[in-house]
T-cell receptor, first 115, second 114 residues
Framework: DVKVTQSSRYLVKRTGEKVFLECVQD?????MFWYRQDPGLGLRLIYF???????EKGDIPEGYSVSREKKERFSLILESASTNQTSMYLC??????????????FGPGTRLTVT | AQSVAQPEDQVNVAEGNPLTVKCTYS??????LFWYVQYPNRGLQFLLK??????LVKGSYGFEAEFNKSQTSFHLKKPSALVSDSALYFC????????????FGAGTRLFVKA
């Protein structure tokens, strides 16, 4: 089974802090994603990566950056946390190998609270 | 603009009754269609997908979904609901030419009463 793990389940940070969220997948997937989930808004894509050191902005990249130095690891960075970044953050991965159809596999999520 | 709509925020059904969670989409071409489920305090789990072929696709936990191209809909169904089916359900669409970007609906919360 695909396993996607996230470094923290719950995180509380102060406004202005730099925050690192880590995600690791063990299925050699090419694609990795960061979403935030807010009630009534579904999942919104922050960034995605289709290869090591490659990244693309999603729908709401402002205030975030990402890093993918190794294929299995995709990090989300909040450069200066703000209260409006309080949310559930979900990491996902998917494969583009022949025969796959891009279904995504999700980690358990990190609930971030910025005070 | 490409979009996915789940018109019901919440669906209530009695255990043993059939359930339907609705999804419509606005995406050009022949997209891939997905349903995901999120149980309390857990990440999303892939439930089923439609790529091509038979309009009725079967997935995990007895769920199935019906693709209707003319109505651009992909409704999730189950013949007999269980209390354990209570969860948040997301419809998602991946444009065929994309593969990377998946558009998610806002989610529908399903409550199954015993």
């Amino acid at each position: 089974d695909v396993k996607v793990t996230q470094s923290s389940r719950y995180l509380v940070k102060r406004t202005g802090e730099k925050v690192f969220l880590e995600c690791v997948q063990d299925m050699d997937h090419e694609n990795m994603f960061w979403y935030r989930q807010d009630p009534g808004l579904g999942l919104r894509l922050i960034y995605f990566s289709y290869d090591v050191k490659m990244k693309e902005k999603g729908d709401i990249p402002e205030g975030y950056s990402v890093s993918r130095e190794k294929k299995e690891r995709f990090s989300l960075i909040l450069e200066s946390a703000s209260t409006n970044q309080t949310s559930m953050y979900l990491c996902a991965s998917s494969s583009i190998s022949p025969g796959n159809s891009y279904e995504q596999y999700f980690g358990p999520g990190t609930r971030l609270t910025v005070t | 603009a490409q979009s996915v709509a789940q018109p019901e925020d919440q669906v209530n059904v009695a255990e043993g009754n059939p359930l339907t969670v609705k999804c419509t989409y606005s995406v050009s071409g022949n997209p891939y269609l997905f349903w995901y489920v999120q149980y309390p305090n857990r990440g999303l789990q892939f439930l089923l997908k439609y790529i091509t072929g038979d309009n009725l696709v079967k997935g995990s936990y007895g769920f199935e979904a019906e693709f209707n191209k003319s109505q651009t809909s992909f409704h999730l169904k189950k013949p007999s609901a269980l209390v354990s089916d209570s969860a948040l359900y997301f419809c998602a669409v991946s444009p065929y030419t994309g593969g990377f970007k998946t558009i998610f609906g806002a989610g529908t919360r399903l409550f199954v009463k015993a």
